[in-house]
T-cell receptor, first 112, second 110 residues
């Protein structure tokens, strides 16, 4: 039931781009993205609802492909402040149940 | 801005002790959650509540229990702490589609 994220870790230089994927074996109603910086609590980035829409937050955007049951997070022209662990979350069972199950996380390190 | 408070922030305790981790919020959100997270690892949902007198177990089996007598409070209790309970415990609330996390309690059981 837990969504699967890939890759597990990414190391970038400032200004480079990255893609983090989140896939599920179950039908998805929505995909939530959170970022957790070291030693801090996770912070909400965005939610993607079924329909393949794209959302943006600063230079971070995401897409949701309902048919493929996956979402991708795009980090463009990465900044040092983007470093942290990114988690996707899906609602189990599908729907606005409020019960969010997170993937295992993708650690992103941006170097100068 | 969400206001979620967790106490204590750090707790070191011996095996067999009973402990209660406090979580309180001032926003009046009905939905509240407890997650367990080892350093650098994933977030595991252990308990959730949709309102007063509503509690459910999450996906990760936990020996802890919770109560929700008041909207603002969602305490988590371990009757007999063990070293395997050593972890970080994060409390969260939810409003519509966004979850707000508290600062967490880092528990160490010796």
């Amino acid at each position: 039931q837990q969504p699967v994220q890939s890759p597990q870790a990414v190391i970038l230089r400032e200004g480079e781009d990255a893609v983090i994927n989140c896939s599920s074996s179950k039908a998805l109603y929505s995909v939530h993205w959170y970022r957790q910086k070291h030693g801090e609590a996770p912070v909400f980035l965005m939610i993607l609802l079924k329909g393949g829409e794209q959302k943006g937050h600063e230079k971070i955007s995401a897409s949701f492909n309902e048919k493929k049951q996956q979402s991708s997070l795009y980090l463009t022209a990465s900044q040092l402040s983007y470093s942290g662990t990114y988690f996707c979350g899906t609602e189990i069972p599908p729907g606005n149940t409020g019960k969010l199950i997170f993937g295992q996380g993708t650690t992103l390190q941006v170097k100068p | 801005e969400a206001d979620i408070y967790q106490t204590p922030r750090y707790l070191v305790i011996g095996t067999g002790k009973k402990i209660t981790l406090e979580c309180s919020q001032t926003m009046g959100h009905d939905k509240m959650y407890w997650y367990q997270q080892d350093p650098g690892m994933e977030l595991h949902l252990i308990h959730y509540s949709y309102g007063v007198n509503s509690t459910e177990k999450g996906d990760l089996s936990s020996e802890s229990t919770v109560s929700r007598i008041r909207t603002e409070h969602f305490p988590l209790t371990l009757e007999s702490a063990r070293p395997s309970h050593t972890s970080q415990y994060l409390c969260a609330t939810r409003l519509i589609n966004e979850q707000f996390f508290g600062p967490g309690t880092r528990l160490t059981v010796l």
